[in-house]
């Protein structure tokens, strides 16, 4: 029964609450946005609107419109470098999960000396504790899928070394405000609404059959997977569907705060290999290309029979009685939101490529295998990918 919870991030939830940023206690007065590379904040009007609660709030601002789907530490470096130069003394991070994780990472270095990779623990990462403390953070979420408006944790690729690490740790890279407003999302285009929801339901999956579980983390777990099982094919199928936005959402955001609690398993670290090589690869698509493999692994040694049953339940099998029907469900679900023919050939990966990805999984990020119930052999991962391969 044991946990330790701390999640200090005031969350604004609902339709509608980016209205209500400017009156918020603020942690600053001039504020660097931190928004994708895309077009996606600038067309939506949310950056626009964005601004304009600034300015009601009597903050300045900046913007640093260079973020990519898998961040670069290259892009960290002269995000930090962007927000020292203009003396910003807090970040406003405004898209999903690349850019909240970038801006943890930002906030850092805008604050510290060195590489950002000096203070990563993994792989090559120097593993050196921050000495100053990163500037607040304000994240403004527009899509579902990582929850990163709501922990200590972002995940950040270093292009010159082909590794993809979880970066953070401390309370103070915990957003000091989340605003989870699901109008905001209703513009996301299909097949990303299911990359992202299921990024989503792998976040409380995991940490439902993780060695961390525990009572406080299953609750978020599940009620999690209700929600994606109930309302996300509504999402994909309508994004102007606001009821199944909003569920979804709500399912992201919970999945968010039971990392703070348990710990992702394998399955992250070995899609973020792939992304590593692949940075055209999305996280959520890359997770379900290896899902049913990864899963099917574990239900085959029995590493929780009765966690999977009730999981296969919450995603909407109720009369689920066997481990092996969340493999169906599961499937099911891809079914209903188009990915379930999604192949690792189409961003480049080759099959001889699976014990490096193997490899890499484990020596980048080899402490998500440590809450595997089961060990994870390189071999065995490296069977999932072949299995996964298409």
């Known amino acids: 029964m044991n946990f330790a919870m701390y999640v200090p991030t005031r969350i604004l939830f609902g339709a509608g609450q980016l209205d209500n940023l400017h009156a918020q206690a603020l942690p600053g007065k001039k504020a660097m946005i931190v928004i994708s590379d895309g077009k996606s904040t600038k067309v939506n009007g949310s950056l626009a609107r964005t601004e304009q609660q600034l300015r009601q709030a009597g903050v300045e601002t900046v913007l640093f419109d260079k973020i990519m789907a898998n961040p670069l530490k290259s892009t960290v470096m002269e995000g930090a470098a962007c927000a020292r130069e203009n003396g910003c003394d807090f970040l406003v991070a405004l898209g999903g999960g690349s850019v909240m994780d970038a ?207 009730r999981m296969a339940q919450a995603l909407g099998k109720a009369d689920a009685k066997e481990p092996e029907d969340f493999l169906t469900a599961l499937a099911d679900l891809q079914e209903r939101c188009g990915v379930a023919e999604l192949k690792m050939s189409d961003y480049g990966i080759e099959l001889g490529e699976c014990m490096t990805l193997a490899r890499n999984a484990r020596a980048t990020m080899g402490g998500l295998f440590a809450c595997d119930r089961v060990p994870l052999s390189d071999e065995e991962c490296a069977a999932i990918y072949e299995k996964s391969y298409r």
């Open 103 to 309: 801006s943890k990472a930002i906030a850092a270095m805008a604050t510290n000396d060195g590489d950002l990779w000096d203070y990563v623990s993994g792989g090559t990462g120097g593993g050196k504790a921050l000495v100053n403390e990163p500037l607040p953070i304000v994240a403004i979420t527009t899509t579902a899928g990582t929850g990163s408006e709501v922990d200590q944790y972002g995940v950040i690729s270093n292009e010159e070394t082909n590794e993809k690490i979880g970066f953070g740790g401390p309370d103070s890279l915990f957003p000091k405000l989340a605003i989870v407003d699901p109008a905001l999302m209703t513009t996301v285009p299909p097949r990303f609404t299911a990359y992202q929801g299921f990024d989503a339901l792998f976040h409380s999956v995991e940490c439902y059959i993780s060695a961390a579980a525990n009572l406080m983390s299953d609750m978020y777990a599940l009620t999690a997977i209700e929600n994606i099982g109930a309302y996300l094919a509504r999402a994909v199928k309508d994004g102007e569907d606001l009821e199944a936005r909003e569920r979804v959402a709500f399912a992201n955001t919970l999945s968010g705060v039971v990392m703070t609690l348990s710990g992702c398993t394998s399955e992250h670290s070995m899609e973020h290999a792939m992304s590593a090589y692949h940075h055209a690869l999305p996280h959520g698509a890359g997770l379900i290309m290896i899902s049913k493999a990864y899963y099917a692994h574990f239900i085959a040694k029995h590493a929780c029979d009765e966690r999977f049953v």
